[in-house]
């Protein structure tokens, strides 16, 4: 079965760092796109951040860029999020997704991120 944690995520002031994992299980990176995407309360789901793990391309949402550098390592299964000068409007629930060449999605529980100012 295909499955995906994520973790790390935390209470943090503005300014500060985090880095979120997504382990994943049941499959390879090399075949799937791992994307991370959040939540905020009221908000709808929006892409962050996503990476092909066969052959990179890391691709960001304009508001995050600069900030957050996605990273895979195939060996260890897992994808992280570093999350630099995190701001307030970063505040939000954390979830990995997996997509496979079929357009089918995974996706895994999310991890809450606060960022005080």
């Known amino acids: 079965d295909v499955q995906l944690q994520a973790s790390g995520g935390g209470l943090v002031q503005a300014g500060g760092s985090l880095r979120l994992s997504c382990a994943a299980s049941?499959?390879?990176?090399?075949?799937?796109?791992i994307g991370w995407f959040r939540q905020a309360p009221g908000k709808e789901r929006e892409g962050v951040s996503c990476?092909?793990?066969?052959?990179?391309?890391?691709h960001y949402a304009d508001s995050v860029k600069g900030r957050f550098t996605i990273s895979s390592d195939n060996a260890k299964n897992t994808v992280d999020l570093q999350m630099n000068n995190l701001k307030p409007e970063d505040t939000a629930d954390y979830y990995c997704?997996?997509?496979?060449?079929?357009?089918?999605?995974?996706w895994g529980k999310g991890t809450q991120v606060t960022v005080s100012s």
């Open positions: 997704s997996a997509r496979n060449s079929y357009g089918v999605f995974y």
């Open positions: 990476i092909h793990g066969g052959n990179g391309g890391p």
């Open positions: 049941g499959f390879t990176l090399d075949d799937y796109t």
